[in-house]
């Protein structure tokens, strides 16, 4: 179990995300970035859809009320825990009395935190993200406040053997950790102008000659007008050739569509169900970590690929992870 002293910018509970619904109107939601997630929930021994704490920016305090295993991944919002730093991308034994901490925010702006067991929410319409909007999901259907208590959900074999791997070593320090970690192929390092790469979206070719030129050449700035929706963006002006009237239809996460005024807007994890504007793009899934640990200020390019090399690129993630959680559990047995 765990208290919340005080909960950050926004700390909300989430997971990959309630699919199946969206024909009646409820959005996806889940979790901004969905590699650090599913790594985290491995590194405690849990399955990768476990509820996590998604933290933004400026981290929440938590006192550990029992000794827990954890794992802090995503962007480096500076942990620590009784004052001493503690490393991402890593299974971690928190001891109980201890305190957890976040800094600054020195690159990313989402962590999550993993526990063994995930966090025990109920869940609503199969799944226990947080639809903050509705009130639904999660922690009481909302993000997490001071004074709350969250327990969590039972160890999986593996989760036990990390926990009392780790155990003996926390009688003189506030944590124990793993000395192994995720391999350095897995982790994204985040940059502030990152080139993010886009598959031409379905209406790419009513665009001007000029905004197709513009959309893969120039930088865009991500506004203060942005959250877990959409990032809206400023920069060059994107036109159609000629006036379209547009149906609505299914937009997905990563999307990039275009409203009159001309700034792109990129879909994230709060979208709605459908979007009218027409879409210039679509992010490749490898790279929505990368843009899920942008914030206001930050600049982003579009770099165009296939359809067929961001299908290889995901094919290969998805087996590095494939190869973590089997070594994870040829470590521990």
Known sequence: ??????????????????????????????????????????????????ATIETTLLGPIIEFTETTLISLCGGNLTPTIDGQNVPLWRSVLAKKGSTLKFGQAKNGCRCYIAVAGGWDVPTVMNSKSTYLRAGIGGFNGRSLQSGDELTTGTMSKISRDIYDSLLPELESNPYSEMDWSVTSELIPIHHNNPAIRVIRGREYDLFSTESKEKVFSEAFEITSQSDRMGYRLKGPKLALESAAEMLSEAVNFGTIQVPSEGNPIILLADRQTTGGYPKIGQIATIDLPYVAQLKPGDKLRFQEISHEEAQLLYLKREQQLQQLKQGISLKIN
């Open 1 to 50: 179990m765990i208290k919340i002293v005080k909960p950050g910018l926004l700390s909300s509970i989430q997971d990959l995300g309630r699919y199946g619904y969206q024909k009646y109107g409820v959005i996806a939601s889940g979790v901004m970035d969905p590699l650090a997630h599913r790594i985290g929930n491995l590194l405690v021994g849990n399955e990768e859809n476990a």
